[in-house]
């Protein structure tokens, strides 16, 4: 029974690990085409009617592209690290908060609309948005339901793929910024570069993503036995070569034994 229910916890944690992941996209990708990009960039959302808006950093309204941004870092490292007793609450009060939108955005009967200039994507999600927000808010709360008594736990170490996976993402951000710098506004360098973007969040997410013990576990033996047999090999070849060359000695002894002046 404790077993069924630890899975349990865990697919919830993993569904709502993907869904502020997914919440953290579009704040990760305005950050850094506002930071990038500068006045040639324009972004605007709304949030309880109200209407924010700027292009590149020009008004104060971008402190809601970097709060929103830090809120879904700050909640996906509390879930990491296992901060129950914070992940919780933070979670709660996080998705709560697009929850409290979708039930202003439902009574003012307008229509949910995405727009995106740059790849020419405009669409009507009124109803996954308000299903979305909803359904995901009442999981967060069952989640904290669960571990709201729990001990703190312990971060989960990285996998080396995990490792590699983040310094990749590292790595591109100079790509990022020669794409989203030059070319012009919507043209394709800025496609590339908002591809770029959306990938790179969407790997560093599951870069972090926290494994569980057993596949920490099942990773970490693999890697010993992988370094066992490479030791194992190189300890194995050691040998062959010492024997080798052993009897060649041996071999150039006998020889010489046999070609040394006899006395008559």
């Known amino acids: 029974m404790g077993t069924k229910t630890q899975r349990g916890e865990r697919r919830l944690y993993t569904v709502l690990w993907v869904w502020v992941a997914l919440k953290t996209l579009l704040p990760w990708l305005v950050f850094f085409r506002l930071t990038f990009e500068g ?137 990022q910024l020669g794409l989203l710098v030059s070319g012009q506004p919507h043209g394709t360098t800025d496609e590339i570069g908002v591809v770029l973007t959306l990938l790179q969040w969407l790997l560093l997410a599951a870069a972090l993503y926290p494994r569980s013990p057993s596949e920490v576990h099942s990773t970490a033996v693999r890697t010993q036995a992988r370094a066992d047999r490479g030791r194992d090999y190189g300890a194995d070849s050691t040998a062959r070569s010492r024997n080798a060359r052993t009897s060649a000695a041996v071999r150039v002894g006998a020889s010489s034994m046999g070609t040394w002046p006899r006395s008559s």
């Open 39 to 175: 006045p040639s960039y324009s972004w605007g959302t709304s949030y309880f009617g109200h209407v924010f808006h700027s292009s590149g950093l020009a008004r104060a309204d971008v402190l809601v592209v970097y709060g929103l941004l830090a809120a879904g870092l700050l909640v996906l490292w509390a879930l990491r690290e296992r901060r129950y007793a914070l992940a919780g609450p933070l979670l709660a009060g996080y998705l709560g908060f697009f929850a409290a939108d979708a039930v202003f955005e439902l009574v003012s009967g307008e229509p949910v609309m995405f727009r995106g200039d740059t790849l020419d994507v405009t669409l009507d999600i009124s109803t996954p948005f308000y299903a979305l927000q909803f359904g995901m808010f009442a999981l967060a709360c069952v989640w904290w339901w669960c571990v709201r008594w729990r001990a703190a736990g312990t971060g989960a170490a990285m996998t080396p793929m995990q490792k590699k996976t983040a310094l990749i993402c590292a790595a591109a951000v100079p790509l």
